[in-house]
């Protein structure tokens, strides 16, 4: 044994791809180690430090140090192994951030706070990114699927008389015009609503559905009719669905990926309320759509008052029940047709 | 623990896990800073870390087992997946055609991304020098999980057993410990009586879901209201109906997939004489998963360190190898890990090999 050859740290010593393993010192001379066994004798393994693989530290894992020939000697003793390597000009950065110690404080407030600038930053921009590069060919699919399982599950064709259909689509078509993608751009149909009652809403692809009960409902005024499709024509021209759901997925996507793991019952949650929380418009995306409808139907020559009417109206008959919307994203009527009033007064055309 | 047969000696040796809750925090907390603060590319080499941080607490026999994919390794798989998405985005832009051919050609590909993701987490796992390795072939991954899982599916669940059956003889029969084999045999009866309370328990959230969904059915005609989506009124119905449902499907699910594994792991065998041993609680273990879950939530997530610990602590200490005379000295042999591009596609990290 050399003069200067200094123990470093006891532990196992496996032989070369063999799971035997035997006590065994590590001992260190300038940058080459040595494996003795603790029973003595010559050295089993050695190596120069450049040609051996040291595993990185993580916590007070065993530290295992392989050799060229596929001896590994392993050790508990991860403090030994640190000091030697410092001596030789080799520190482990990621687990010194890792240790416990009050700087983990501020790394938590940190992560707090790159948390919100993502969630108020970086998703709205990787969600335009996303609307921005969708084929059309995929909100197709989209919609023709959501289209299908609606009809199968709530849907019934529709009772209205054909002409009056033609009648509807007609005034519709003449607002449409208006809109960015023209009337080509839209697809009316009408239904019978059955569980869903009064309603319209659009798809991403430019689909649109207003049912039996809401024309009903409005005792067939035209211009309310066209007003609440104006609306649903916002939200399309806006991309609000699409925008919803890659909100949700991003927001979903982000978690997964910067948490590594969230344990199988968090990511079941993330996946299912990312899938809940893309059916619901957001109060800006309704305001947004509302303005729209306004806009349109003043280009088209009808009153732009119609959608704040609809409102008025559906708040006489059925009444402001606060169980007739599940989730309060919905802005009260009463300050929305506020809303609606002011922007048709400045977009100037003062309808009846 | 000792049982003696016959005058043979049989010794069950358990997991111990020796990690804490406190060390592994900071390893969580360093991890998503450093993902955050690299956009996203330090999260391969955060994956690297805390795997062998599981690994490495994880011990049998007084060895623990250790982790070896590089970071680099899983960040070029991820990268390539990422490649491919975008790619597969703007194919479909150009042409719809060419882009369902892609995705049918994806599902052709499924098989062999399972096999070759279950063969690069076996290669890059060892215990005592020694690497694990993973032999099955392709076509067996196509019958054992796809062919399976959509039997599973379309008799509702009354056929799972069988699929179980399958997948595991496909992950344990071809699973290599250094040349030597692991081999799989559970019995069709004992995956029936595991699966015959979940069973049980999924039909009465069907029942509860049925007659929710009625009153909820109600409910939506009475208070429909057209600024609301449509959409959104059937989800919440629906969900309405659900969330109980989901609760107990939630346990039956958790009550199945411990039973399964209870039964697998006893019986598996390997090297012919050493017997794998599991005897997770099922109702403790969904205790510590619904209870991880809420702890979670409440502490804006700076607790999910400890629920991980906590629940990776109870697994491997019910879990273990009764040991039939000596393991013996096992001999390597060698094997490079493949790329780690198929095990990124698919994340079977959910496939713990029963340690």
Do not use: C
């Amino acid at each position: 044994m050399a003069s200067d050859t200094k123990p470093i740290a006891s532990g196992r010593w496996h032989p070369p791809g063999s799971s035997r393993a035997e006590p065994a010192i590590l001992l260190g001379e300038g940058k080459t180690l040595y494996v003795r066994l603790a029973a003595g004798g010559d050295p089993v393994s050695v190596g120069d430090m450049a040609r051996m693989e040291i595993s990185a530290r993580v916590g007070r894992i065993p530290r295992r140090i392989s050799f060229v020939d596929g001896s590994l000697f392993e050790t508990e003793d991860n403090d030994a192994v640190d000091l030697w390597l410092k001596r030789q000009g080799k520190s482990g950065f990621v687990h010194e951030l890792e240790r416990f110690h009050p700087r983990l404080l501020a790394f938590v407030l940190a992560v707090f706070l790159f948390a919100g600038l993502i969630y108020r930053y970086a998703v709205p921009a990787l969600v335009e990114l996303a609307v921005l590069v969708t084929p059309p060919a995929v909100t197709h699919w989209m919609a023709s699927g959501t289209l299908l399982s609606l009809d199968q599950a709530v849907f019934d064709d529709s009772t209205l008389p054909d002409a009056r259909q033609a009648e509807i689509r007609a005034a519709f078509n003449g607002m449409a015009d208006h809109a960015s993608r023209g009337r080509a751009g839209y697809n009316l149909n009408f239904r019978h609503g059955g569980v869903i009652g009064p309603n319209a809403f659009a798809l991403p692809d430019g689909t649109l559905v207003i049912t039996d009960e809401l024309i009903e409902l409005v005792d067939g005024d035209l211009d309310m009719i066209i007003g609440v499709l104006a609306h649903e024509i916002g939200h399309v021209e806006r991309d609000h669905s699409l925008r919803q759901l890659y909100r949700a997925a991003g927001m979903a996507g982000l978690i997964m990926l910067i948490a590594g793991d969230v344990g199988a019952a968090g990511e079941d949650i993330l996946t299912n309320g990312a899938a809940l929380m893309t059916l619901s418009h957001s109060r800006d995306a309704e305001s947004e759509a509302d303005r729209i409808s306004v806009e349109l139907m003043a280009k088209a020559g009808r009153d732009p008052r119609a959608i704040g009417k609809f409102f008025a109206q559906l708040e006489e008959k059925l009444g402001t029940g606060g169980d007739s919307s599940f989730l309060s994203t919905h802005p009260g009527t009463a300050e929305r047709r506020k809303a609606i009033d002011d922007h048709a007064r400045s977009v100037g055309s003062g309808g009846s | 623990m000792q049982q003696a047969v016959f005058g043979r000696a049989n010794a069950l040796r358990r997991g111990e896990f020796r990690g804490s809750a406190g060390e592994y925090f900071g390893i969580w907390i360093v991890n998503i800073l450093l993902t955050i603060i690299t956009l996203g590319i330090y999260s391969a080499w955060a994956k690297v870390r805390r795997n062998r941080y599981f690994y490495g607490n994880s011990f049998v026999d007084g060895h623990s087992f250790d982790y070896h994919a590089r970071g680099l390794q899983i960040f070029i798989g991820r990268a390539i997946v990422f490649g491919y998405i975008i790619a597969y985005n703007v194919l479909l832009t150009i042409s719809p055609i060419a882009g369902g051919i892609l995705t049918l050609l994806m599902f052709f590909l499924l098989p062999w991304i399972v096999m070759r993701s279950l063969r690069f987490n076996a290669r890059v796992t060892s215990y005592r020098n020694i690497r694990f390795d993973f032999v099955g072939k392709t076509w067996a991954a196509f019958v054992a999980i796809i062919f399976g899982g959509l039997i599973a599916f379309f008799s509702l669940g009354i056929l799972a057993p069988f699929a179980s059956r399958w997948l595991y003889r496909y992950i344990f029969n071809n699973l290599r410990y250094g040349g030597r084999a692991f081999e799989t045999d559970p019995k069709i009866g004992a995956l029936y009586r595991v699966w015959l309370p979940a069973f049980l328990l999924m039909v009465v959230g069907a029942a509860v879901a049925g007659l929710l969904g009625v009153m909820a059915y109600y409910s939506v005609v009475e208070g429909a209201d057209a600024s609301t989506d449509p959409e959104m009124h059937l989800l919440l119905g629906i969900y309405g109906a659900l969330v109980p449902a989901l609760v107990l499907w939630g346990v039956a699910a958790i009550f199945y997939r411990i039973g399964v594994r209870n039964v697998v792991m006893n019986a598996t065998r390997f090297d012919a004489r050493h017997t794998l041993f599991s005897d997770l609680g099922r109702l403790r273990y969904f205790w510590i998963v619904i209870s991880n879950l809420v702890v979670t939530v409440l502490t804006l997530s700076l607790m999910r360190p400890w629920a991980a610990v906590r629940e990776h602590r109870y697994v491997i200490e019910h879990s273990g190898i009764v040991v039939d005379g000596e393991l013996g000295e096992v001999v390597a042999s060698m094997q490079n890990s493949g790329s780690a591009v198929t095990a990124e596609y698919l994340d079977l990290e959910g496939f713990d090999f029963g340690f």
